[in-house]
């Protein structure tokens, strides 16, 4: 797995663990963590970086299964840096794939992303909607997945792209500005500060708790024939960052006022998938509600963040 001390791939690292499998990370833990991998004999560690064809190729050496989720997975972030996270997320991508197709993987699941869609306008988003990408973010995860469904077309190398759609829960760290906006608001809600929304809170996500997107990721490796596909993996709901904020405060016990800041560039305003094709495919269903998801992340935060905070 590449990204494997990341938010989600440390969550897929612990499900396959538990069922006796054996891991191998690579991952140059620029965002993500050592202490996410969990200490364990069937995990090895190859720390370096996944655009360097000489790494890749060895750590890739040997596996079955390549659960690709390393990126640099942030849109503001990709609009600030457009090189560097081009070489993260297109030039990283080019060479998984290559060193998979050379080492003979059975499938490589692809981290693709609900940015591709851009603003259509048409809701749900569904996977045969035209891609309309409004920042080097979306374009880099659209070119990651076209390079998926060309190797299979070109080298018959099986690739799979789940389409992940703003997807929080616990160890989705809250440290930086281009982190996810649910960590943000906990960090902010739970240290007393005021969140900061950009516009005017009601544009909408399909928030997914991380758990769903591990079934779903292992599915789509598991599941036979599907060289080439594209899934959406998402709830299939759609929430404002208003309702999240008063969600939040419920499960806090908080009343803080947020503070209103212009719209972010390249800010998609509404999204929301389609996920009748995973359901049919891949057999999936989401089955925490949003609000449970919210507790077991916030539950987290206090634990691991606030209380390591104290300890510290
Ligand atoms: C995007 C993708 C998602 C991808 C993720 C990677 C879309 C629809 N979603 O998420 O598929 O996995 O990038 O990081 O493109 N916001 C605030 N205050 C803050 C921070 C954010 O109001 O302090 C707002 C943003 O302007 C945005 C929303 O919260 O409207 C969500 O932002 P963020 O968590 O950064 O994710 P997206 O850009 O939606």
């Known amino acids: 797995m590449t990204g494997g001390g990341g938010f989600i791939g440390s969550h897929l690292v612990a499900e396959l663990v538990r069922r006796g499998e054996t891991v191998r990370i690579a991952d140059n833990f620029s965002t993500g963590r050592r202490e996410n991998v969990p200490a364990d004999g069937s995990v090895t560690i190859f720390e370096g970086d996944i655009a360097d064809q000489a790494f890749i190729a060895q750590a890739v050496a040997g596996c079955d299964y390549v659960l690709h989720q ?120 739970a240290s007393g500060r005021q969140p900061l929304v950009h516009g005017d809170g009601r544009q909408t996500r399909d928030f997914t708790y991380v758990g769903e997107v591990v079934r779903g990721v292992l599915a789509a490796a598991t599941t036979p024939a599907l060289g080439g596909e594209v899934f959406n993996l998402a709830v299939g709901g759609r929430i404002s960052l208003l309702e999240l904020i008063a969600t939040i405060q419920r499960l806090l016990g908080t009343n803080l006022e947020p503070v209103f800041g212009p719209a972010r560039e390249g800010d998609v305003r509404d999204s929301q998938a389609d996920i009748v094709k995973a359901r049919e495919k891949l057999g999936f269903e989401p089955q925490a509600s949003f609000e449970d998801g919210l507790r077991e992340t916030v539950k987290w935060y206090q634990a691991d963040v606030l209380g390591a905070g104290k300890a510290g």
């Open 70 to 189: 390393a990126a640099i997975p942030s849109v503001p972030r990709s609009v600030a840096e457009p090189v560097a996270t081009n070489h993260a997320n297109v030039d990283g991508t080019l060479a998984v794939l290559v060193a998979a197709r050379d080492a003979g993987v059975r499938r490589v699941v692809f981290a693709g992303s609900s940015s591709v869609y851009g603003n259509s306008a048409v809701l749900p988003k569904r996977e045969d909607m035209r891609p309309a990408p409004m920042t080097p973010y979306a374009l880099q995860k659209l070119v990651g997945e076209q390079y998926c469904q060309m190797f299979t077309q070109l080298y018959g190398l099986e690739t799979v792209t789940t389409r992940y759609f703003n997807v929080f829960g616990p160890r989705q760290q809250p440290g930086s500005p281009y982190s996810g906006v649910i960590s943000l608001f906990i960090d902010a809600l």
